[in-house]
């Protein structure tokens, strides 16, 4: 089992690698509670925007369903009169500074998330370990813009918020203890913080903390080339898929949700887990495989000319939430402004 793997298996219990690491927690908790005691106490402070800001963001490490979210709140606010925009740090990119993502943007250059989440929303996405200046830069270019969304914001108390959804998924907080004993980034909160509301990617509430739940879908599948198109997944394209030995790829977080996802949905599939943010720089499967499935995080990195004889599908999932969900939203944040006259 690769390093990673093993790290991560640790920390859903307080087994002997856990307890090795222990002393090293205490000293990350000692950190975030010097961090976040300079906000509290003004020695830092929070820069504010002229519009609101939500921050969607999770309390552990890993994927635990915080695009999948972001795109369903964009959606959301969208029919509410928002006009939104995001903020990302961009995991993983090489590039430097702030950037705004655009199509023609590669993945290395933006991160694979950010260039996902403007793809399927067709909203603008700045990314930048400097949020501020990324919000900046996108409040500039697009002064349309009423409300931004900060993407895995959670820990970045720099930009100022007026509020925020955290999310986890079946994990909760895993065995209890920060990083890197456990997978929590900053200490698990005996009640929902001010200004939040939380959402269970997951079947039960995996936390103490009261919450609602999103109501995960997979939508169907489109080739390659009509996902980079815009063209909608659809579950009769996946339903062709039945019958044929297909093999799904992943570089996820958690690759056997999205693996299990699609037995779920009566297909016939070999599992290729990946690396979180894998590059693909090479394609990691036989070059006579005929049929691949990938997740749309994957298939922001490929180009469809380069895939040669196989044929590569992309798997788009949903999130859905429910009206009193969408409530105590809303009544987190100001109205929304009206829109100017035709």
Known sequence: MPAASQLEAAWLQRGPLARLLWPLSWLFRAAVACRRALYTLHISRAVALPVPVLV????????AGKTPTTLALVAMLRTRGWTPGIVSRGYGRQAAGVQLADKKTPASQVGDEPLLMHLRSGVPVAVGADRVAA?????????????????????HWRL?????VIVFDERGAGNGW???????????????????????????????LPGHFARRRLSGVASLADWWRGDPATMDTLAQLSGRRVLAAAGVARPQRFFDMLRN???????????????????????DVMDVIVTEKDAVKLLPDAMGPTRVWVATLDFDFGPAFEAELL???????????D
């Open 331 to 341: 009544a987190l944040l100001p109205p929304a402004p009206a829109r100017p006259a």
């Open 56 to 63: 969607v963001g999770n309390l552990i490490a890993g994927g």
């Open 160 to 164: 100022a918020r007026d509020a925020q």
């Open 265 to 287: 949905a009566g297909l016939d599939i070999d599992e290729l887990p990946l690396p979180d943010h894998h590059s693909f720089v090479a394609l990691p499967w036989p070059a």
């Open 135 to 155: 919000a900046r830069m996108l409040l500039d270019a697009h002064p349309q813009i009423t409300l931004l969304l900060s993407d895995d914001g959670l820990q």
């Open 178 to 208: 920060l990083l890197p004993a456990g997978p929590l980034r900053e200490p698990l909160p005996q009640r929902v913080p001010p200004r939040s509301v939380v959402v269970y990617n997951a079947p039960t509430r995996s936390t103490s």
